[in-house]
């Protein structure tokens, strides 16, 4: 998604990093991010194989150890070790129950660079005659958990004498640190310039752990199809705030929004017709945006962007971005040619993650913490926020929890500066008072594993000017009591959007890049303080930013002393009232008209003792 946006540099002002992810726990899922070659096509089906006959595929190892691709009939999985996240197991491919290729680094190996490397290639034993059809593709359901291996899959069209490689995983690339595959997941390769109208098309599947105890390969129901003629798809669609550097946040407080927003997406033609008068739609019911992306030849994806300037009130938004052209404005591959983006206006909470706001059969989440590391270190992770407002007022965070997290568990919240996390740094932000953004250590109760999340207070709310910072969650790792934070990856983040970074026992810290969404979220305004006051339950400002008016609601379990004032920056007092003895739930109703735009703090005293909201008032 990021080169879809030309942004100037980086507000972190700070060069990103890429350094190897690697961690080895069965907490840990990232998904395999969707590409135009990962989507389901309608299925003309030329030639199939279930992996029931052992026969139809010449097995070769080529490497030092005994493991090699072989046929399973266990969907359990039960030859892999027993860690692996219950996301991938069984093994659901449509007919996993009739067999299936596996190849086992984790359950064949030792341990690393240990002379016992798995070289592995599973080919038809006879080749497949596609002659009659010029337009192909190769499809194949498989599940994975990836490690430093390299794999992927060979065509050849003259009967094995030279073969075309398609990638998917390489030692030495790191760029994309996912290290799951979906469940199944399904890849769908274009052969047609290779094997199109061929009569001796062979297919290989390759697999090499590079003498590295990596983890399983799992392929099932591969075919190859016959292209469809007319198939566009709408991949990578977003919404993201103009100056949050191609950032999108689940939840955003009114006073965080930005001005304006980038809308778009890219279109591919994955069919055998040039697509005309292709455009799209993106349709968030109360705003809409219209692209026309005009002629797209076969093969080409083209981008599309808008830059929009809704007015957002609080509430959730979901978008139906939809695709269509002169060609195809239906039909079963239709499906493909939409694409959905959400995301929520809130009074006060701050959020990358969209847990709980996107739909729940489009999330996809994991879970990083203190065990994901194969050495004992301490683990921060990081997600960025981008924070507008001249003064912002933070008072926590709320910390999303897997339940793999066990009562006991120890961690500690801070605000860091972007630039020395990305230069393997852990500086400690002061806020415009002085005061360190940094918690004390909190010990975790079952109670809140049970809830899936957790709230932790600063020791008083924090005010901290306009920029660019992570919200880091440190992770202590004591061996017996893990701890483990949610991961949204529902939506492909720029790769700076959240990080990890590892504190050995030497004391070297060490930064990788995420790309995800930790469910690490800044809880703006004085929320500690109404957690804290007796007799206070709730507080809420709306609209907020307000025009001509504002409310605030006041919620009290008890008979309880109340004012209400709000003052500027400086402190001058420009509303008050008193409400004397009151109970239960209360609205004050604000007249804005004489206010000047800005940003104000609005004070909520109950029997002595003050919350503080912030209030934003534009016109």
């Known amino acids: 998604m990021i080169g879809v946006f030309s942004f100037a540099a980086l507000a972190v002002n700070a060069q990103r990093v890429s350094n190897e992810y690697s961690p080895r726990v069965s907490d840990v899922k990232s998904e395999h991010k969707a590409k135009p070659t990962n989507q389901q096509v309608e299925k003309v089906i030329i030639w199939s194989d279930e992996f029931t006959t052992p026969a139809n595929w010449t097995i070769a190892n080529i490497g030092t150890n005994d493991e090699e691709w072989h046929f399973s009939s266990d969907p359990a999985l039960g030859e892999t070790v027993s ?8 093994f659901a491919s449509a007919t996993a129950s009739n067999g299936f290729l596996l190849v086992n680094s984790d359950g064949s190996n030792t341990s690393d660079n240990d002379g016992t ?12 005659n596609l002659t009659g059809y010029p337009n192909v593709l190769l499809t194949y359901q498989h599940s994975f958990r990836w490690y430093k291996d390299t794999r992927g899959v060979r065509v050849s069209a003259d009967n094995g004498v030279t073969w075309t490689e398609f990638e998917m995983s390489n030692f030495t690339d790191y760029s994309t640190p996912n290290q799951n595959s979906g469940n199944p997941e399904i890849t769908t390769i274009d052969i047609s ?62 006073d965080q929004l930005d001005a304006s ?22 349709d968030f019911a109360s705003f809409t945006s219209n692209f026309v992306v005009g002629t797209v030849a076969p093969g080409d994806t ?23 052209s002169t060609e195809e404005t239906s039909g079963s591959n239709f499906p493909n040619n939409i694409g959905l983006r959400s995301f929520a206006v809130t009074d006060n909470m701050y959020s990358q993650d969209g847990i709980g706001v996107y739909p729940p059969a489009t999330l996809v989440t994991g879970a990083i913490g203190s065990e994901s590391f194969s050495e004992p270190v301490d683990t921060y992770l990081a997600s960025m926020y981008h924070l507008k407002g001249v003064t912002n007022l933070i008072s926590g965070f709320e910390i999303g929890l897997s339940a793999s997290s066990v009562a006991g568990a120890e961690l500690q919240i801070s605000i860091m500066d972007t630039s020395s996390f990305f230069a393997d740094g852990l500086a400690v932000v002061n806020d415009l008072n002085g005061n360190e953004a940094k918690s004390g250590y909190y010990t975790l109760s079952a109670s809140e594993i049970s809830a899936g ?17 992570f919200a880091v969650v440190q992770v202590i790792n004591t061996g017996s009591t893990p701890i483990y934070v949610l991961d949204d ?61 504002t409310n605030v609601a006041i919620e009290l379990n ?34 804005t008209d004489s206010i000047s735009n800005g940003a104000y703090l609005v004070n909520i005293n109950v029997n002595g003792s003050t919350s503080t909201q912030k209030l934003i008032v534009r016109k």
């Open 83 to 90: 860690t692996l996240p219950a996301a991938l197991v069984p």
């Open 117 to 128: 490397q798995i070289i592995t290639t599973a080919t038809t034993a006879a080749p497949i």
């Open 193 to 254: 310039a290779i094997a199109g109208n061929q009569s001796q098309v062979l297919v290989q599947f390759y697999y090499d752990d590079n003498d590295i105890w990596g983890w399983y390969w799992a392929v099932d129901d591969v075919s190859i199809i016959e292209k469809p003629l007319n198939d566009i798809q709408n991949i990578g669609v977003y919404f993201a705030g103009s100056n949050n550097e191609g950032v999108e946040y689940g939840r955003t407080p009114v």
């Open 261 to 282: 927003y980038e809308v778009g997406g890219s279109i591919v033609n994955f069919g055998v017709n040039t697509q005309t008068n292709v455009n799209v739609v993106a």
């Open 302 to 324: 083209i981008g599309y962007n808008n830059v929009e300037t809704p007015s957002l009130a609080l509430g959730t938004y979901n978008g139906t971005y939809t695709a269509v």
């Open 453 to 469: 999340k957790i709230g932790v207070a600063f020791s008083q709310p924090l005010s901290l000017p306009a920029g660019a910072y």
């Open 489 to 549: 990856q529902t939506v492909a983040q720029p790769s700076y959007a959240s990080m990890v970074n590892t504190l050995s026992d030497l004391g070297v810290a060490t930064a990788y890049t995420n790309g995800n969404a930790f469910a690490i979220r800044l809880k703006m305004g004085n929320q500690a303080s109404v957690n804290e006051i007796e007799g206070l339950t709730a507080v809420s400002v709306y609209p907020n930013p307000a025009t001509s008016s």
């Open 558 to 591: 008890t008979e309880s002393i109340v004012s209400v004032s709000v003052t500027d920056l400086s402190g001058k007092v420009v509303y008050s009232t008193d409400l004397g003895s009151v109970n239960g739930v209360q609205n004050v109703a604000i007249n």
